[in-house]
């Protein structure tokens, strides 16, 4: 009687053993390649929304890749790296790692930004 009771325990503590590993390594997280993050790591700000488009300085942040939900971060950063500025002539001018950016752009009937002659 013994011997079934020990064969008893062991064998439940296999189960368990077998039915916890898949769900403890389903929880781990992935290690992203360097100059990456999550998206879900970028902080939602209503507040951007509320922003005019001209007039305003956008710094760019990183390169989305919605299909992964990961952002390939702007390199290298720097305060004052990759930011434009859109202006009501239709001019964009900008500073990227190294050189000033000049161009132009324009909002289609759709509200969708075009950007040219960069």
Same mark, same amino acid.
């Given at each position: 009687?013994?011997?079934?009771?020990?064969?008893?325990?062991?064998?439940?503590?296999?189960?368990?053993?077998?039915?916890?590993?898949?769900?403890?390594?389903?929880?781990?997280?992935? =290690?992203? @390649? &360097? #100059? *990456?993050?999550?998206?879900?790591?970028?902080?939602?700000?209503?507040?951007?929304? !509320?922003?005019?488009?001209?007039?305003?300085?956008?710094?760019?942040?990183?390169?989305?890749?919605?299909?992964?939900?990961?952002?390939?971060? =702007?390199? @290298? &950063? #720097? *305060?004052?790296?990759?930011?434009?500025?859109?202006?009501?002539?239709?001019?964009? !001018?900008?500073?990227?790692?190294?050189?000033?950016?000049?161009?132009?752009?324009?909002?289609?009937?759709?509200?969708?930004?075009?950007?040219?002659?960069?």
């Amino acid at each position: 009687m013994k011997r079934i009771v020990i064969f008893r325990t062991k064998w439940m503590v296999f189960m368990w053993t077998v039915l916890l590993l898949p769900m403890l390594w389903g929880c781990q997280d992935d =290690a992203l @390649p &360097e #100059g *990456e993050i999550r998206l879900s790591q970028i902080p939602d700000n209503p507040d951007y929304t !509320s922003l005019p488009l001209i007039g305003t300085t956008w710094k760019l942040i990183g390169f989305v890749d919605e299909h992964r939900k990961r952002v390939k971060l =702007a390199e @290298p &950063e #720097g *305060e004052s790296s990759f930011l434009f500025t859109f202006k009501e002539n239709g001019d964009l !001018s900008g500073l990227t790692s190294t050189n000033t950016a000049f161009g132009k752009f324009f909002l289609d009937n759709d509200n969708l930004l075009k950007i040219f002659s960069i």
